[in-house]
């Protein structure tokens, strides 16, 4: 019913800026509420961004919370993470995912819909 893509994830400094795409296909995205998680290697699958689906609302943990931004364009069926000022721990792999429904945004089980991930490595 829907595929998710991301995109544009690869290496940069501590203190730059990446932008990363979740294609979507199958679907529009904007009847999704569309999230973004990562993960590092030996650690658990961390929230890190929210788009509710309809109204638009967002929301961030404090580890992202004006840093990084989730945006979507619908012209394209994208969803984007714009994130600035990037840190060490910001180093993962991200993935986006997508639910018709969700009440605990931060939790993975709340969502149906993965995309394959792309690697964000920040150096130091």
């Known amino acids: 019913q829907v595929q998710l893509a991301e995109s544009g994830g690869g290496l940069v400094q501590a203190g730059g800026s990446l932008t990363l795409s979740c294609a979507v296909s199958?679907?529009?995205?904007?009847?999704?509420?569309m999230g973004w998680f990562r993960q590092a290697p030996g650690k658990e699958r961390e929230f890190v961004a929210v788009l509710r689906r309809n109204g638009g609302i967002t929301y961030y943990p404090d580890s992202v919370k004006g840093r990084f931004t989730i945006s979507r364009d619908n012209a394209k069926n994208t969803v984007f993470l714009q994130m600035n000022s990037l840190k060490s721990e910001d180093t993962a792999v991200y993935y986006c995912?997508?639910?018709?429904?969700?009440?605990?945004?931060?939790?993975?089980?709340?969502?149906?819909?993965w995309g394959q991930g792309t690697q964000v490595t920040v150096s130091s």
């Open positions: 199958g679907r529009t995205a904007s009847g999704y509420t």
């Open positions: 995912a997508a639910t018709e429904t969700i009440v605990r945004v931060t939790i993975p089980l709340e969502y149906d819909y």
